[in-house]
């Protein structure tokens, strides 16, 4: 996965689109761009974006469509439910903001509009693209945890008079190395009050052997 968080603009004034794409790859984002609707849905399914920049009139399929394509819809899944979405509408077109909004949408901005203003609101989006990343690698490192954990709950081969534990290549390993392998633990050695018992008795023997 490329590290540059990856923006769709969907934009039929290819004037828009050409505009975004400069102000947008001068902060580092990777820009895709479509000029109608249906070309957005190929794009989306070939390539699926980090974030979406989507202008609400567009030719063939509208951008309201796109949104419910995006986020589902009662008994249909989204082709991508968590992506964030910033529309673009046009001034007075308070009905379909508002529409968009309910659809899903997590932001928009009126035409004409001020690139910066854009570019900050996709700045927003793009913060919330990179917490998602990495809440999905850290739950992907919890999972492995996890699996390494349940490896220690099965049946476990070990050694009736040394106590090494056999693995899974036939190989035989001490019973703190194998754990701490297969698990988060870590040892921290000490004598348990048996043992401090025998071996007080095994120094007092080995005493009076020596002062005999």
């Not at 190395?177 to 348990?192: K, L, M, N, P, T």
Request: net charge negative.
């Amino acid at each position: 996965m490329s590290s540059l968080v990856h923006v769709l603009v969907v934009d039929d004034e290819p004037n828009v689109g050409e505009v975004l794409s400069i102000y947008l790859r001068r902060e580092n984002f990777r820009v895709s761009i479509a000029r109608d609707g249906a070309s957005a849905l190929k794009l989306i399914e070939q390539s699926p974006p980090d974030l979406i920049v989507l202008d609400l009139m567009l030719p063939q399929i509208d951008g309201l469509s796109i949104v419910r394509h995006l986020r589902g819809d009662v008994g249909r899944a989204g082709l991508l439910p968590d992506v964030p979405l910033l529309i673009l509408t046009a001034k007075g077109a308070e009905t379909d903001r508002i529409a968009g909004l309910d659809l899903g949408a997590d932001d928009y901005v009126v035409k004409p509009f001020d690139p910066e203003e854009l570019r900050a609101r996709v700045q927003v989006g793009a913060r919330v693209v990179k917490l998602q990343r990495a809440l999905a690698e850290r739950v992907a490192e919890l999972e492995a945890a996890i699996q390494r954990v349940n490896q220690l709950q099965g049946l476990l081969p070990i050694c009736c008079y040394c106590k090494r534990i056999r693995d899974d290549s036939n190989y035989w390993h001490q019973v703190e190395a194998y754990i701490e392998r297969h698990s988060v633990a870590q040892f921290s050695h000490g004598i348990c009050p048996d043992c401090v018992a025998k071996l007080k008795a095994q120094l007092q023997l080995d005493a009076a052997a020596n002062d005999g």
